[in-house]
C-alpha cells in the first residue's frame, strides 16, 4: 500500500507564490520511483505539469509553467515539492501528484513523463486557485 498525500493548496492572488507538497507513505520498498505533478482544471483534461526522475537528476516542465514552477524531491523525507512563482490566472486547477515505480533505473525519454498513464499512484489532489 503506497499512499501519496498533496498539501499547500489554497487561495493565492496572481503574482504570488505557492508551494505544493506531496508525501509518501505506506510500503515504499525504496526510493526508485519518479514522481510528477499533474493538474485538471474544470471541463478540461488532466495536463501535464512536471515531472522529476528519481535520483533528480533531470527534471521536465510542460511549456506553460517553464521558468516559473520547480519541482524538486527530498527522498530521504519521502516528499516531493513544486513550487510555483509568478501565479496566473490560467493555473488555477486541482493539482495531483503521482509516483511511477521505475525498478530498473531511471532510463526514460522525456516524453514518457507526460502520459499520466504511466504512474503507480495518485494523490487526491489539491485545489490551488488564483484570484486576480
Known amino acids: 500500500q503506497v499512499q501519496l498525500v498533496e498539501s499547500g493548496g489554497g487561495l493565492v492572488q496572481a503574482g504570488d507564490s505557492a508551494r505544493l507538497s506531496c508525501a509518501v507513505s505506506?510500503?515504499?520498498?525504496?526510493?526508485?520511483?519518479?514522481m510528477g505533478w499533474f493538474r485538471q482544471a474544470p471541463g478540461k483534461e488532466r495536463e501535464f505539469v512536471a515531472a522529476?526522475?528519481?535520483?533528480?537528476?533531470?527534471?521536465y516542465y510542460t511549456d506553460s509553467v517553464k521558468g516559473r514552477f520547480a519541482i524538486s524531491r527530498d527522498e530521504a523525507k519521502n516528499m516531493g515539492y513544486l513550487q510555483m512563482n509568478n501565479l496566473k490566472l490560467e493555473d488555477t486547477a486541482v493539482y495531483y501528484c503521482?509516483?511511477?515505480?521505475?525498478?530498473?533505473?531511471?532510463?526514460?525519454?522525456?516524453?514518457?513523463?507526460?502520459?499520466?498513464?504511466?504512474?503507480?499512484?495518485w494523490g487526491q489532489g489539491t485545489q490551488v486557485t488564483v484570484s486576480s
Open positions: 503521482a509516483a511511477d515505480h521505475q525498478p530498473a533505473g531511471p532510463d526514460y525519454v522525456e516524453s514518457y513523463y507526460y502520459s499520466p498513464t504511466v504512474y503507480d499512484y
Open positions: 505506506g510500503r515504499t520498498l525504496n526510493n526508485n520511483y519518479a
Open positions: 522529476i526522475t528519481w535520483g533528480g537528476g533531470f527534471t
